[in-house]
């Protein structure tokens, strides 16, 4: 009996020998896999390792090995803070395999929603924009969480990487103040003033890119494409989108620059402030020609001029409605620093002072004008009926000539 309790004895002491064995084997794995610049944290997003707080304009480095062969994924999450003068943060991560070829995947988490994703090897970067969120908008630190996930996409042993993670103030959005003029022609030179605009920004009217002539960190000047429609000019840098608070308004009919509309002629002029002119002159002189002329807004009721004979207005840029003697000319451009000459001709019927004329919209037959004798009334330039003792014909009215009926 007293036998048989030594050879317990004695394979109870090597059982306690073994035991002792593999635990110091294993922490001495441990400490090789955990040395003391590395960890490996957790494959599930809710026991993501914590990295220490985001601090602007500082790179924390992390290294660390993926678990094993079945295991190739790897979380983190981040605390980061926005403040009143820094709402958005650009978070930066990068990870870098010195020694692999094996593909990574690097992406980024805002609460539940992925906002970044980027695949390679060597070296991966992937970035987002962030605006942290709080219940109070004017506090000190806002508080939020950036997960990330970190993924060895093929198969093999595990590899160790390293995880650079950065936070910076990201450049702030282009803001408009101002577009002048704030209509035109394609081929029209505009300037955008604003801010945050530098010498990568691109302008737009809808969906067609503006040429542009010079650019600066506060204004813009750009050549109205051909083709634009009314639409607001937008700017866009790499760190947002600003669009002009009113549309610009596109003049149709050519540039700006002297050449012919076929409703008028626009040249240069010196103007105080931003007004343009229109002007309705016919030829001949004023005396000779009857004309009566009225100035609308484009689309209203309200009259923004009114009179006889050769007439000046200067007017906000803009589209006009000009109706002479009934015949209404539409959309007529207004621009700033430019006077818009409307084209007009006259009409002269020599009939007895008894005899009655009717000029006719040539559309729609309605009476323009009317009166008895031998007289000269101002038209704008294009087709009018003239009807004399029953008997229609169709006339042009040329632009700065008196047409003899």
Known sequence: MARWKTCLRTAFALLQLILVFLLLFADGRADDALAPDSYEPND?????????PLTLDQTQIVRANFHGPEDHSDWYSIMAGGSAAHPRIRVAVGVTQPDSDSPIEVI????????ARQSGTHKVLAAYEWSPTCGYVNRAICPGTIHIHVKQMANGPPRSYDLLVTG????????????????????TTITVTGEHFGSTATVTFGDLPAVIKSAGPTALKVTVPSGAATAPVVVTTTHGTASSAEPFTIIPG???SGQEHPCCTMKPVRLNGRLGRLTVRYPGGAQRIEAKVEVYKAGQRKRAGAGNGNKSWNLASGLYDVVINGKRVQKVPVESGHETLVKTGGLRVAVDKKTRVEVLDPETGAVLSEW??????????GPVGVKVQDETRMVTIDDGHVTEF
């Open 372 to 381: 008895s004798g031998d007289k000269t009334y101002g038209f704008p330039v």
């Open 254 to 256: 050519g540039e700006i």
């Open 168 to 187: 910076t103030v990201p450049a702030p959005p282009p803001r408009i103040v101002s577009v002048s003029p704030k209509s035109g022609s394609p081929g």
């Open 44 to 52: 599930r997003p809710a026991d993501a390792h914590a990295l220490a």
């Open 108 to 115: 980024l988490f805002d609460g539940s929603s992925e906002v």
